[in-house]
Structures are given as C-alpha cells and as structure tokens.
C-alpha cells in the first residue's frame, strides 16, 4: 500500500536517545495518525504533511521477524473517519498522542474515505545490518 516510507531524521535521534537513556525517557513510537498531504515522504520530515481531523490512535505495537529473528517492529492501527469524506493519502507514526516526534512518515495513493469508514494501517520498520 505504501508508496515511499521513510524513517524521519528524528526518527533516528529518538531511536539514538532510546539507546542512550531507554524508550521511556522518549515515548515509544506507537501512535498513528493519517493525512492528506501528498508530497512524497522524505528524511527530513517532522509531521504530517496535512494532518486530517481525527486523533491519533494508538497502535499495537510488535515484533515481528522477516529476515532474523524480531528484527521487525509492526504497528497497528486503526483510524476511524469522523467528519465528511476526504482522501487519506499519508500515514506517519508518533512517540505522542499530539506533538511529539515524528518517527516515519509513509505517502501512498489516496484512499477516499467518509464518515464512519476506517482504514487499518499496519506499519513495520524493518532493521537490518550493513554489508
């Protein structure tokens, strides 16, 4: 479904102070939130392009493997439409409910949504070594 997912650049600062100090002292990644913003995720991303109206809610967070062993973190989330209908084109996923620091940011073609429609947006950041 995704387009382009990109881990943010304070993305990678929350994952280098999660080392340094523990996720607890950061927030763990696990709250979604989705757009309409259409331009393509980049690095330097620090939100949502266009954060629509609903909240962010907060996923369930997992491990997962793809390739070694829990080498994946999942996210799932489900977002419920709450006003009149809209296109979500993006995705991104949060330390916070509101605020905080954007972790990744995902663009992908829009899905039109209306009142009471929902979308389940499972998010997985895969890590793995260098050669």
């Known amino acids: 479904m995704a387009d382009l997912n990109k881990l ?3 993305g990678i600062h929350l994952i280098n102070i999660a080392m340094k100090t523990g996720m607890t002292s950061t927030g763990i990644p696990c709250f979604v939130g989705w757009g309409i913003g259409t331009t393509p995720a980049a690095a330097t ?4 392009e266009t954060p629509a109206t609903e909240s962010r809610t907060n996923g369930t967070e997992t491990q997962q493997t793809t390739t070694t ?3 994946t973190v999942q996210v799932i989330a489900v ?3 709450n ?3 809209k296109s979500i084109s993006e995705v991104g996923l949060f330390n916070n409910a509101t605020g ?3 972790f990744m940011r995902s ?10 429609d929902t979308i389940t947006f499972t998010l997985k950041m895969v890590f ?3 050669a």
Request: hydrophobic residues 25%; negative net charge.
């Open 8 to 10: 943010t650049n304070t």
């Open 45 to 48: 991303d620090t939100g949502l």
């Open 69 to 71: 062993t829990k080498d």
């Open 79 to 81: 977002i419920t439409c």
């Open 83 to 85: 006003a009149t209908g």
């Open 100 to 102: 905080g620091t954007c």
């Open 107 to 116: 663009t992908f073609t829009p899905i039109a949504v209306v009142e009471d």
């Open 128 to 130: 793995t070594r260098g």
